[in-house]
């Protein structure tokens, strides 16, 4: 960011407390908060000023951590992993972070609980960073393989959904860790971001992408069939938040759409993700995974920069109108040519998963 590389979330100074960037003001201010209490951590997480699924895992562990600071009992664990896991339903990483930390913390005597939580935390934090550069080297290949029949002079165009960025993920992000490598690597390429009503997701891609110099170009939701029809995407990459036993992908809301019009217009569509997004106790993503269901003043309004430089939020829909907020949908597997994982692009079967992942497979977890 300005030139300066920063991770989405860290240990302050005092060695206890978290820092995290507060990505509801993004992309119009930059701030950042202190999260000093499980309270602070289930808030931060519930109200979205840290979303994206690996974050929310990463936050999650540092929640239970405080919470054992103030209370490290077997029933100041137990609540806070209740409390924390109640903050969002569709991310499976919040579970699988909150697993991981119990699994080190549970058996322990009381003096050694912090300690290891901690520990932990920050494995959980690195590991991430570590996934999304494998994700992104395989991603790599496929943009690279895309710019080798381009003519020379003409950008690869990929198509993104939401933010799937290193603001989603501890560093690099899932579907961008790519984007970023190819374009280091001095291949040419161009983004297409969806806006992602009603939040607005892709405007912290635009942000993200603007800061690291990718051309990039905003797009309301709507866009991509249109796109793809007159041959303008290359390939899509998006992010995800739980990937079923066989495949199946649930990510924000409009990836649906946006994968249905690539098969129509046989335009490549991958998923990026870190192994702790897969959840191989559920199969049929559409009738298993749960879908966040949040206010509908996310979509009754509005929120940007005025012409004076306040931040303004404004209602756009008509009083009284009913509205609908459903936070994901699920795309099923036969609508994806490829996941892109820290272990290589596998297919998105119950095979290729188990096969890339036969530990995780085996323990159905
Ligand atoms: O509701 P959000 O903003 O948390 O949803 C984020 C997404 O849907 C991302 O695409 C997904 O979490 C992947 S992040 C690497």
Redesign the pocket.
Known sequence: MNGKHTRSIWLEPDGWSVGIIDQTLLPHRFATLRLASLGDAAHAIKS?QL????LIGAAAAYGLCLALREDASDESLERAYAVLLDTRPT?INLKWALDEMMAVVRNRPRDERVAAAYRRAAEICDEDVAINQAIGRHGLKLIEDIAREKKPGEPVNVLTH???GWL??VDW??ATAAIYMAHDAGIKLHVFVDETRP?S?GALTAWELGQHGVPHTYVPDNTGGHLMQHRMVDIAI????RVTARGDVC??IGTYLKALAAKDNGVPFYVGLPSPTIDFTVSDGLAEIPIEQRAGDEVATVTGKAADGRIETVRVVPDGSAVANY??DVTPARLVTGLITERGVIPATRDGLAKAFPERARGGR
């Open positions: 979205m979303r994206g699924a690996p991310a939401c933010n799937a989603a993920t992000g899932t939040r997701q998006v992010g995800t938040d990510n924000k936070g994901f």
